[in-house]
């Protein structure tokens, strides 16, 4: 990858080992005043994951289609709300892998408007079968995620 490349408006972008994704703030997406919904945010980063597993050509479908059909789930995460998103904001998800061991693959995801860090995640995902056992990562997706980790 190039330090910024450019997939589709839709699906973001990465600048270096970053994946960023714009999202603009909708009416659904606020309570009352305005103020995004606190869960809210657990979609925005569920996209921004999505999307970069998608940049780094790594599809659901496809994993779905082994012989033994594996699926990502989230296994922990840790949340910090550090200020408010409002409605018509143009905000970005950013995520960046930062450590890939057995089944489990972690990721630091911030939300931010501009230069403004409005909320920090760190995410550990992990590849299950349907059954809900533990898998290994395969490795040519291991290969594909050990691509935009920092080294």
């Known amino acids: 990858m190039t330090k910024t490349e450019r997939h589709s408006a839709s699906s973001g972008w990465f600048d270096g080992h970053m994946h960023i994704l714009p999202v603009r703030v909708y009416y659904e997406d606020t309570d ?22 998608r940049a780094a ?7 779905l289609k082994t012989a033994e059909p594996l699926v990502w789930v989230v296994r922990r995460m840790e949340i910090e709300y550090l200020k408010p998103a409002r409605i ?17 693959l972690r990721v630091g995801q911030g939300v931010w ?4 860090q409005l909320v920090k995640a760190d995410v550990e995902a992990c590849v299950i079968t349907f059954d809900g056992k533990p898998r290994r990562i ?3 997706l291991r290969a594909r995620l050990g691509n935009f980790l920092k080294t």
Do not use: C, W
């Open 32 to 53: 009352f005043s305005g103020v995004v919904y606190h869960a809210k945010y657990l979609h925005f980063l569920e996209r921004g994951r999505s999307e970069f597993l």
């Open 138 to 140: 395969p490795d040519d």
């Open 88 to 104: 018509d904001d143009e905000i970005e998800v950013r995520t960046t892998p930062n450590e890939l061991s057995g089944a489990r």
């Open 57 to 63: 050509d790594i599809r659901h479908q496809g994993m």
């Open 113 to 116: 408007r501009k230069s403004e």
